[in-house]
């Protein structure tokens, strides 16, 4: 086969990785200490990159996380504070213990590289007036990169490529290396999330998202974890299903800021969101979710003793609100978050 195999979602490439990766393993090895397995040159291609996320029991899937991160991202941000309140591990890899490095792909794409315009704005004003190139490149890895000794945070990507094709953009993502388990969930979530937020900025459909990977590899620590999240797969039936809706067309970097703007008062115990006042707030319901999973977090974060609201859990979309019941189930009201 001389193209990648085509999944309809990502759960079902992230299954047949997974499994790829514990029982066909080209190498065992442990660069810096960390044993994994490994296969060279892994590549994948998701038919409705919408379909972004998991719905499997054993691999507790934190929707929240990948929200804010995506939006990270979209936000040119790199600092450490907004990522490590979802993700404290996170600060390990700063060197300064402020700021992130090669993982702040985001900076990088959506930050005028000197004055001017960005890469994400340059490619996307080429793809408007030149629709069938093979320009539209956005790289992240920079070789100054390899300069820095004992460099804890080199980028994993080395580009994001967008193609439009019979009106129609598609997304090639280009990584160095991926854990497989762990990286390749939060990797796929924002970059298909991104390609989706070029799409509506230019009033196009959705294509498909291709995944190409150096090194592919899964820790040796999480391998029966691995196992337990396929067999759960293999037993269920029938496999679990929640439509995931349209980005708006409205969306814009506005859009991002004014999230962010919530997102930061919630994180910081500012105040909080009921879903009333999240309605009023005028973002279209699909944004409504995502504010309504900042408040989840906040309520579990800050008032620790007591179960996650159900009007807030009730507002949730069903595939959201199963998600978070798997993540938290000691945070639930009753077990009806995570039937």
């Known amino acids: 086969m001389l193209t990648p195999p085509v999944y309809p979602d ?64 979209l936000a040119g941000r790199n600092d450490v504070e907004m990522l490590a309140y979802y993700a404290p591990h996170v600060r390990q890899f700063s060197r300064d213990g402020r700021t992130m490095g090669g993982s702040a792909y985001g900076s990088r794409m959506f930050n005028p590289a000197t004055v001017g315009t960005s890469p994400f704005d340059r490619v996307l004003e ?3 007036t030149e629709q069938d190139s093979k320009r539209g490149l956005l790289p992240i890895f920079t070789a100054d990169e390899l300069a820095v000794a004992d460099n804890p945070d080199m980028s994993c990507v080395v580009a994001l490529h967008l193609l439009v094709r019979e009106g129609r953009l598609h997304m090639v993502c280009y990584m160095r290396a991926n854990d497989c388990d762990r990286g390749l969930l939060s990797d796929t979530f924002s970059f298909t999330m991104i390609q989706e937020f070029a799409a509506v900025q230019l009033g196009l459909e959705l294509g498909t998202y291709t995944h190409h990977i150096g090194s592919a590899h899964v820790g040796e620590r999480d391998v029966p974890r691995i196992r337990r999240v396929i067999s759960e797969a293999e037993l269920r039936t029938p496999r679990r299903r929640f439509p995931f809706p349209k980005m708006p067309t409205g969306t814009s970097f506005s859009t991002v800021s004014e999230l962010l703007v919530h997102e930061e008062r919630l994180r910081t115990g500012q105040g909080r969101l ?9 973002f279209d319901p699909y944004w409504q979710q995502v504010l309504l999973l900042f408040e989840v977090h906040r309520q ?18 069903p595939g959201l609100r199963w998600l978070v019941g ?14």
């Not at 998991?54 to 939006?71: I, S, T």
């Not at 009921?274 to 005028?282: D, K, N, R």
């Not at 993540?327 to 009806?336: E, S, V």
């Open 10 to 73: 990502f759960e079902h490439a992230y299954l047949d990785v997974l499994g790829h990766l514990v029982d066909g393993s080209e190498y065992r090895n442990a660069p810096r200490g960390n044993a994994a397995r490994e296969r060279i040159g892994l590549s994948f291609q998701i038919a409705d990159p919408r379909a972004r996320l998991p719905y499997l029991a054993e691999r507790k899937v934190n929707p929240v996380w990948h929200f804010a991160e995506a939006l990270w991202y």
């Open 126 to 128: 080429l793809l408007r």
């Open 274 to 282: 009921t879903p009333v006042e999240i309605v009023t707030l005028g």
């Open 300 to 317: 579990i974060r800050h008032c620790p003793a007591d179960p996650v609201e159900e009007s807030v859990l009730g507002a949730l979309d």
């Open 326 to 339: 798997h993540r938290w189930p000691k945070r639930m009201p009753d077990t009806g978050a995570r039937s």
